[in-house]
Nanobody, 131 residues
Framework: EVQLVESGGGLVQAGGSLRLSCAAS????????IAWFRQPPGKKREGISY????????YYADSVKGRFTISIDNAKNTVYLEINSLKPEDTAVYYC????????????????????????WGPGTQVAVSS
Protein backbone atom coordinates (compact mmCIF):
# COMPACT_ATOMS: atom_id res chain seq x y z
CA GLU A 1 0.00 0.00 0.00
CA VAL A 2 1.42 3.35 -1.01
CA GLN A 3 1.55 6.30 1.36
CA LEU A 4 0.20 9.59 0.01
CA VAL A 5 0.81 13.17 1.10
CA GLU A 6 -0.96 16.19 -0.33
CA SER A 7 0.44 19.72 -0.42
CA GLY A 8 -0.21 23.05 -2.08
CA GLY A 9 -3.39 24.13 -0.36
CA GLY A 10 -3.90 27.58 1.09
CA LEU A 11 -6.02 30.70 1.25
CA VAL A 12 -6.64 32.38 -2.11
CA GLN A 13 -8.99 34.99 -3.51
CA ALA A 14 -11.77 34.05 -5.87
CA GLY A 15 -10.50 33.90 -9.41
CA GLY A 16 -7.07 32.75 -8.34
CA SER A 17 -5.26 29.49 -9.00
CA LEU A 18 -3.58 26.74 -7.04
CA ARG A 19 -1.65 23.60 -7.86
CA LEU A 20 -2.11 20.74 -5.45
CA SER A 21 0.41 17.92 -5.30
CA CYS A 22 -0.01 14.34 -4.19
CA ALA A 23 3.31 12.62 -3.53
CA ALA A 24 3.35 8.85 -3.29
CA SER A 25 5.90 6.91 -1.26
CA UNK A 26 5.85 3.94 -3.58
CA UNK A 27 5.86 3.31 -7.27
CA UNK A 28 2.57 4.28 -8.89
CA UNK A 29 3.76 4.50 -12.48
CA UNK A 30 2.09 1.31 -13.63
CA UNK A 31 -1.44 0.20 -13.08
CA UNK A 32 -2.75 2.68 -10.53
CA UNK A 33 -5.87 4.79 -10.42
CA ILE A 34 -5.19 8.02 -8.55
CA ALA A 35 -8.11 10.24 -7.63
CA TRP A 36 -8.81 13.58 -6.00
CA PHE A 37 -11.73 13.97 -3.62
CA ARG A 38 -12.81 17.05 -1.71
CA GLN A 39 -14.94 17.64 1.38
CA PRO A 40 -16.47 21.09 1.84
CA PRO A 41 -17.30 22.18 5.40
CA GLY A 42 -20.33 20.30 6.68
CA LYS A 43 -20.76 18.28 3.49
CA LYS A 44 -19.98 14.81 2.20
CA ARG A 45 -16.75 13.95 0.44
CA GLU A 46 -17.02 14.27 -3.34
CA GLY A 47 -14.90 12.56 -5.99
CA ILE A 48 -13.82 15.20 -8.49
CA SER A 49 -11.13 13.75 -10.74
CA TYR A 50 -9.01 10.72 -11.47
CA UNK A 51 -6.10 9.73 -13.66
CA UNK A 52 -4.71 6.39 -14.76
CA UNK A 53 -0.96 6.01 -14.26
CA UNK A 54 -0.90 3.47 -17.12
CA UNK A 55 -2.45 5.36 -20.00
CA UNK A 56 -3.17 8.85 -18.64
CA UNK A 57 -6.92 8.45 -18.98
CA UNK A 58 -8.71 11.16 -16.97
CA TYR A 59 -12.13 11.94 -15.57
CA TYR A 60 -13.64 15.13 -14.16
CA ALA A 61 -16.86 15.63 -12.27
CA ASP A 62 -19.20 18.17 -13.84
CA SER A 63 -18.65 20.49 -10.87
CA VAL A 64 -14.98 21.01 -11.82
CA LYS A 65 -14.84 20.28 -15.53
CA GLY A 66 -13.10 23.05 -17.46
CA ARG A 67 -11.38 24.57 -14.40
CA PHE A 68 -9.46 21.64 -12.92
CA THR A 69 -6.66 19.71 -14.63
CA ILE A 70 -5.20 16.49 -13.29
CA SER A 71 -1.76 15.30 -14.38
CA ILE A 72 0.88 12.80 -13.33
CA ASP A 73 4.68 12.79 -13.24
CA ASN A 74 5.53 9.11 -13.07
CA ALA A 75 9.24 9.83 -12.57
CA LYS A 76 8.40 11.73 -9.38
CA ASN A 77 5.52 9.46 -8.28
CA THR A 78 3.44 12.62 -8.00
CA VAL A 79 -0.02 13.56 -9.16
CA TYR A 80 -1.05 17.19 -9.56
CA LEU A 81 -4.37 19.00 -9.56
CA GLU A 82 -4.27 22.41 -11.20
CA ILE A 83 -7.21 24.54 -10.07
CA ASN A 84 -8.08 27.70 -11.96
CA SER A 85 -10.80 30.35 -11.59
CA LEU A 86 -11.29 29.40 -7.96
CA LYS A 87 -14.73 29.99 -6.46
CA PRO A 88 -15.76 30.23 -2.80
CA GLU A 89 -17.64 26.94 -3.26
CA ASP A 90 -14.30 25.26 -3.99
CA THR A 91 -13.43 25.72 -0.30
CA ALA A 92 -12.79 22.22 1.03
CA VAL A 93 -10.22 19.77 2.27
CA TYR A 94 -8.75 18.09 -0.80
CA TYR A 95 -7.64 14.46 -0.57
CA CYS A 96 -5.82 12.22 -2.99
CA UNK A 97 -6.44 8.50 -3.05
CA UNK A 98 -4.93 5.58 -4.95
CA UNK A 99 -5.76 2.00 -5.79
CA UNK A 100 -4.16 -0.53 -8.12
CA UNK A 101 -6.45 -1.31 -11.04
CA UNK A 102 -5.89 -4.99 -10.29
CA UNK A 103 -7.63 -4.53 -6.93
CA UNK A 104 -10.63 -2.63 -8.28
CA UNK A 105 -13.90 -4.45 -8.86
CA UNK A 106 -13.89 -5.44 -12.53
CA UNK A 107 -10.56 -3.64 -12.91
CA UNK A 108 -12.10 -0.29 -13.74
CA UNK A 109 -12.81 2.93 -11.87
CA UNK A 110 -16.51 3.41 -11.16
CA UNK A 111 -18.01 6.73 -12.19
CA UNK A 112 -19.01 8.68 -10.19
CA UNK A 113 -15.95 8.07 -8.05
CA UNK A 114 -16.57 6.05 -4.90
CA UNK A 115 -14.54 6.46 -1.73
CA UNK A 116 -14.57 2.76 -0.87
CA UNK A 117 -12.88 1.86 -4.16
CA UNK A 118 -9.65 3.48 -2.97
CA UNK A 119 -7.49 1.95 -0.26
CA UNK A 120 -4.71 4.51 0.14
CA TRP A 121 -5.48 8.04 1.26
CA GLY A 122 -3.52 11.12 2.13
CA PRO A 123 -4.31 13.30 5.17
CA GLY A 124 -5.67 16.11 2.99
CA THR A 125 -4.78 19.72 2.26
CA GLN A 126 -7.05 22.67 3.02
CA VAL A 127 -8.13 25.05 0.27
CA ALA A 128 -9.99 28.20 1.31
CA VAL A 129 -11.30 30.66 -1.26
CA SER A 130 -12.33 34.14 -0.19
CA SER A 131 -14.89 36.17 -2.12
Amino acid sequence: EVQLVESGGGLVQAGGSLRLSCAASGLISDGYAIAWFRQPPGKKREGISYISSSDGDTYYADSVKGRFTISIDNAKNTVYLEINSLKPEDTAVYYCAAQPFAELKSGVVAIPLREHDFGSWGPGTQVAVSS
